[in-house]
């Protein structure tokens, strides 16, 4: 693709080949939203499904446009980097949380297991690339350590991330539950200790 000039055959095969766009989306909705209201959930859910359709998208358009070459595909590595550190930065100083369990689930393979889902890409019983995930590296280490030819299973990264994602959901449903889906305000305001004072010398008037 020449600069400055837009290649719209690789656009027409990113609008028609998956679900990546619609993904995009629906993740920039719940972003804004986790963001705006403080949903925990809604950013929570956001940042996976946005950036999982970054990767998507752009690592598609990267081998679509530039065949694989090596220079377009370190700058595109370099986008999604940046993308994943800006979603972090987002939320940590409001909710430490949303960044902290978008990061767990993106590490234990989750965000990987996402992209075949929606890119309707085949699973292989292995995936020896997800060595780089936290239970990618246990396994590498414990095969390093005791001589083993323990084999990086989809299954067992599955069952993890799975785990992981599944444990957030929960917390941050009962969080959100807790403080009317929206923000850090309780449903119900406990009362300070003035308004108690105040309470309690009514009483006698």
């Excluded at 804004?32 to 929570?44: E, M």
């Excluded at 499904?49 to 590595?77: C, H, N, P, S, V």
């Excluded at 890409?121 to 780089?132: A, C």
């Excluded at 990618?136 to 095969?143: E, Q």
Aim: hydrophobic residues 55%; proline residues 2%; contains cysteine.
């Amino acid at each position: 693709m020449i600069i400055g000039v837009v290649d719209w055959q690789a656009i027409r095969f990113l609008l028609y080949s998956d679900y990546g766009i619609a993904a995009a989306f629906i993740g920039f909705v719940l972003v804004v939203a986790g963001k705006l209201y403080r949903h925990n959930l809604a950013g929570f859910l956001g940042c996976i499904l946005i950036f999982t359709a970054f990767d998507l998208l752009g690592y598609k358009y990267a081998i679509e446009a530039a065949g694989r070459a090596g220079l377009a595909l370190m700058a595109y590595r370099i986008m999604q980097f940046l993308f994943q550190f800006i979603l972090i930065v987002l939320f940590l100083p409001s909710s430490r949380n949303v960044a902290i369990g978008f990061t767990l689930v993106w590490w234990t393979g989750g965000c990987d297991i996402l992209y075949y889902l929606i890119g309707n890409y085949p699973f292989s019983e292995t995936m020896s690339w997800l060595s780089w995930t936290f239970p990618g590296l246990v396994i590498t280490a414990a095969n390093q350590l005791m001589g083993t030819k323990f084999v990086i299973n989809t299954v067992f990264i599955c069952i993890v991330s799975g785990s992981v994602f599944l444990f957030y959901v929960y917390w941050f449903m009962l969080n959100d539950i807790k403080r009317f889906s929206y923000g850090s305000e309780p449903l119900v305001r406990k009362k300070t200790g003035v308004e108690e004072a105040k309470k309690k010398d009514s009483r006698w008037i």
